[in-house]
């Protein structure tokens, strides 16, 4: 039996996720802030450390509970694509991919409010861009579409230029249920 969590994120597409596999859950935004990566950080240390901040500050607040916390980047090359600040920021990002494989990272954090003790992991999956045509690119811009999600774009939106083509689909939407799962098995002494 799965516990129930507290899910430290405002995200409608983790929400849904989470409905969709059956898990009980109630939702606290941990409205930390996400501040731009230093340069040469590592994709995967950046997006734990975040989603170990989350699920910390949502931890204080409420003093109990099983906190789940997530943070998802993208990374071509090791530069990490966090979410659009502006259309032209997207653009950027969406041209930075096209034509090429790039990786999306998603960290997890389970935390015990009460013990104040935490399990964490990192899952990867590799999206594959095709090259837009000029019209393509400005229709998906003006679109809107790229705002909130990191690396300008969403899987789920069924954009026809991005395919995963390896690991977790549920990952590139921003909650790796396997590795979730993974997880709350692995931590039975965090979760009982």
Known sequence: MRPRLILASASPRRRQLLAEAGFEFEVDPSDVEEPPPPPGVDPALYAAELAWRKAAAVARRRGEGLILAA???GAVDGLILN????????????????????DVLTALCLFHAGRWEWAGAVETSVVRFRHLTDDERTEFLDSGRWQGKAGAYGVQDHDPFVSVVGGSFSNVVGLPLERLDALLRGTTGLTG
């Open 71 to 73: 943070d998802t980047v």
């Open 83 to 102: 979410k659009p600040d502006d259309r032209d920021d997207a653009e950027r990002m969406i041209r930075l991919q096209e034509g090429r494989d790039s």
